[in-house]
């Protein structure tokens, strides 16, 4: 009986920590060489936005938290990859019949999207910062 209960209860938590995990991917290219205390630059981060939260209506966005660790003066490129395409989204761009846009911090990357029939189910973005 307590192999039983034992057993639904493993299940049981393995399947709650999986449906309580996050939906977004990040991925960073492995380190090359002996530095592990050093930064090289050009870093690259290959994202992906599945959820997004609605700030008023019509205008939606997503935040990336404590991806980066870049000092000032590197500079950053958000790009949108579409159908092969890589689009740079620091600015403006049009998007779905609205806009689209990012912004970033030392640490964080945000997506804007001001559209207002629905958001996309998913965003592939990448962020260089060189």
Same mark, same amino acid.
């Given at each position: 009986?307590?192999?039983?209960? *034992? ?12 449906? !309580? ?13 002996? *530095?592990?205390? !050093? ?13 997004? /939260?609605?700030? /008023? &209506? ?17 500079? $950053? ?10 689009? &740079? ?19 964080? $990357? ?21």
């Amino acid at each position: 009986m307590k192999l039983i209960f *034992n057993l639904v209860l493993l299940v049981t938590i393995i399947c709650l920590s999986t449906i !309580s995990c996050s939906k977004e991917q990040v991925s960073a290219p492995a380190s090359v060489g002996n *530095n592990t205390n !050093s930064q090289s630059f050009p870093q690259t981060l290959y994202l992906t936005v599945n959820s997004w /939260q609605q700030d /008023q &209506p019509g205008l939606y966005s997503h935040t990336f938290y404590n991806i980066m660790s870049i000092t000032t003066g590197h500079l $950053v490129i958000v790009y949108l990859l579409n159908a092969g395409q890589e689009i &740079p989204i620091n600015q403006f761009i049009p998007f779905m019949g609205g806009q689209l846009w990012a912004t970033y911090s030392t640490t964080d $990357v945000r997506i804007f999207l001001r559209n207002n029939t629905r958001s996309p189910s998913f965003l592939n973005i990448k962020v260089v910062s060189e």
